[in-house]
């Protein structure tokens, strides 16, 4: 799904972006967490990250795994710290009023899921 089908379906606000090129960018997956060591677990490129956490620990998450797109749920504001580092680290920035449940939901309805994998061989 294009990125600014995913910003139309959850009604976001632009908080900062990385390139002219947003529109264009492919989101294959989601992760909605404000664990960050659950995104670490189950994330990979081209997953949307949906938290609710605004510090600059999510922004240094997202570089690790190759996350391009972070939408902060509950219309929550980052960290000014945050921003920067998103800024530096070409990372896309944006926020939804919508709850982090609804959020997940309207874009699993819409066709993104979670990172496949077998979730039962990762607890083995």
């Known amino acids: 799904m ?3 089908t995913v910003k139309s379906l959850l009604n976001t606000e632009t908080i900062f972006e990385a ?3 947003k529109d264009e ?14 995104v670490l677990a189950f994330s990979n490129e ?8 605004t510090n ?9 795994i190759g996350i391009q797109v972070i939408i902060f749920v509950r219309g929550k ?7 920067s580092l998103a800024n530096q680290l070409n990372i896309f920035l944006y926020s939804t ?5 609804e959020a997940c939901g309207l874009l699993y309805k819409n ?9 039962i061989e990762t607890f083995k």
């Open 25 to 38: 960018l492919e989101v294959k997956n989601a992760c909605g967490a404000d664990l960050m060591s659950d």
């Open 111 to 119: 066709g993104i899921g979670p990172e496949e994998m077998n979730y």
């Open 97 to 101: 009023d919508k709850p982090l449940f």
């Open 19 to 21: 390139s002219d090129e």
């Open 77 to 83: 504001e980052p960290q000014i710290e945050t921003i």
């Open 56 to 64: 600059p620990q999510v922004v240094r998450t997202a570089e690790m």
């Open 46 to 53: 081209k997953t949307l990250l949906l938290t609710g956490l």
């Open 2 to 4: 294009k990125l600014k």
